[in-house]
């Protein structure tokens, strides 16, 4: 049975998801990967079919045609990890921004502590690849979780994260309301209040190569703004 599984939530990345899911594979350890795909127009799904087709047993394909974000997206491949019997589940995004040769790392560190966090801002971490305003918008999120949520963690609203597997059954990923990317934050919070052990080790962030980014809009700006909040005094 393998160990651990690798959520790799997916919209339009046909061209990066077969590099990245063979990258994941080719780590020494029992490894496999959950796609989890929002009904990609791009092909992407397709994709995914082909590789679990090509790696029986080491991959799992959910396509999702009437929900989409990345939030909902991790909820559904960290429930199917669990049906899998994953010991440990890893979170990462499919476009490169996130390297796949962490992975070890991720695991060995999560030898002492429930929940890893790959991290920017700590001592030996990167987010170098990126312009000016989106690492100052990036550092500014930060540190307003920080205080909304009072988070000692450097990276608040890292994507790239290491779960031992009875912390998600603890935290049960069901009881998650974000839809979006504010999923990170709000798993943090409940973790820490939970009482587990969360530490963090660096990595270097790299901006997409291939595909668009999705764009932050006026309407995504204002929920980050307020969901901290909403998570702090349980406003549901």
Known sequence: MVQI????????EAGNLCRIVEQILSQSLDIGVVIVDDDSPDGTGEIADE???AHPGRMEVIHRLHERGRGTAGI?????????GAQWIVEMDADFSHNPDDIP???????DCDLVVGSRYVPGGQDSDRGLKRRLI???ANNY?????GLNLRDCSSGY???RRHVLERLNPDSLHA???EIEPESLYRIKQLGFRICEIPISFRDRQVGESKLMNARTMLTSLIFPWRVRFDLW
């Open 105 to 111: 790392r991720l695991i060995q560190a999560s030898l």
């Open 138 to 140: 990036s550092w500014g």
């Open 179 to 181: 839809a979006g990317p």
């Open 161 to 163: 994260k290491c779960y």
């Open 76 to 84: 559904a491949g960290f429930k199917r990890c669990l049906e899998l």
């Open 51 to 53: 590789l679990r087709g």
């Open 145 to 149: 979780l920080r205080l909304v949520l």
């Open 5 to 12: 599984w690798v959520v790799l939530p997916t919209y339009n």
